[in-house]
């Protein structure tokens, strides 16, 4: 089992930036995928971003390519989301979720991939 709590979530301004972190707790991340998935009010729940056990592969949405950068620290057992050049659209809850692999090069999109997600931190990006 492992727990996942987000954090570093806020409101900002178009244009600007936010690093959102994602803490493990309970077993060790190394063992785990980890992805970055964002619900809007009335709309599906949606990949953000994914990483591999070693970081060696990621994965991003289209529409964050470019602007958001995911990251991990097996050490700490923390997962981060840089975000910049926020626009509004990017407002959502932004959830980290975990799922175990043994394949360290793999990475999922779908949500129903992951076995264990955080409770979500908000991010709301103004005009």
């Known amino acids: 089992q492992v727990q996942l709590v987000e954090s570093g979530g806020g409101l900002v301004q178009a244009g600007d930036s936010l690093r959102l972190a994602c803490a493990a707790s309970?077993?060790?991340?190394?063992?785990?995928?980890m992805g970055w998935f964002r619900q809007a009010p009335e709309k599906e729940r949606e990949i953000v971003s994914a990483?591999?056990?070693?970081?060696?592969?990621?994965y991003y949405a289209d529409s964050v390519k470019g602007r958001f950068t995911i990251s991990r620290d097996n050490a700490k057992n923390t997962v981060y989301l840089q975000m910049s050049s926020l626009r509004p659209e990017d407002t959502a809850v932004y959830y980290c979720?975990?799922?175990?692999?043994?394949?360290?090069?793999?990475?999922?999109?779908?949500?129903?991939?992951?076995?264990?997600w955080g409770q979500g931190t908000q991010v709301t990006v103004s005009s």
């Open positions: 309970g077993r060790t991340t190394s063992t785990y995928a």
């Open positions: 979720a975990a799922v175990m692999t043994v394949t360290t090069t793999a990475y999922y999109t779908a949500p129903s991939a992951y076995d264990y």
């Open positions: 990483i591999s056990r070693t970081a060696t592969r990621t």
